[in-house]
């Protein structure tokens, strides 16, 4: 049917890690959906973690094991790329103020917070 096609076999490195993301290219771009964006995602970051486990673990009985652990972790990393980044929690200051508390009271806070430790260091020494 493919005339030999299928039955090559990669004769570098380079070639094996190429054969990977050949393998995971279809799938990627038949269930992600089109686009470059998606092919690195969903077909090549997850190609490039099996094949990188794969490599490490070569003729190893944890070998195909490590392919799948290895796909699996790139492509929770192939999926945050391009994703927008998460919002910054709000700090500590700004949800005191937000709630209503002047600045006045975080400085006194502040200076409060000073004296103990201050104290504290005093009565260590003594």
């Keep these: 049917m ?3 096609a299928t039955d ?3 004769q570098t490195t380079a070639g094996e890690w190429t054969r990977t993301v050949g393998e995971f290219l279809p799938g990627a771009m038949a269930l992600g959906g089109g ?5 690195v995602r969903y077909g090549v ?4 973690g099996s094949e990188a486990a794969g490599q490490l673990t070569e003729d190893t009985a944890f070998e195909p094991y490590a392919r799948v652990a290895g796909a699996l972790v790139g492509g929770a ?3 945050r790329i391009g994703a927008p980044k998460a919002p910054k929690p709000p700090s500590a200051a700004e949800i005191k103020r937000s709630a209503g508390y002047g600045d006045q009271m975080t400085d006194r806070a502040g200076r409060l917070d ?3 430790r201050i104290l504290a260091t005093v009565q260590l020494l003594l």
């Design 2 to 4: 493919t005339d030999g």
């Design 8 to 10: 090559y076999q990669p």
């Design 35 to 39: 686009g470059l964006l998606n092919a």
């Design 45 to 48: 970051a997850p190609a490039l």
């Design 77 to 79: 990393v192939g999926s």
């Design 114 to 116: 000073r004296y103990h």
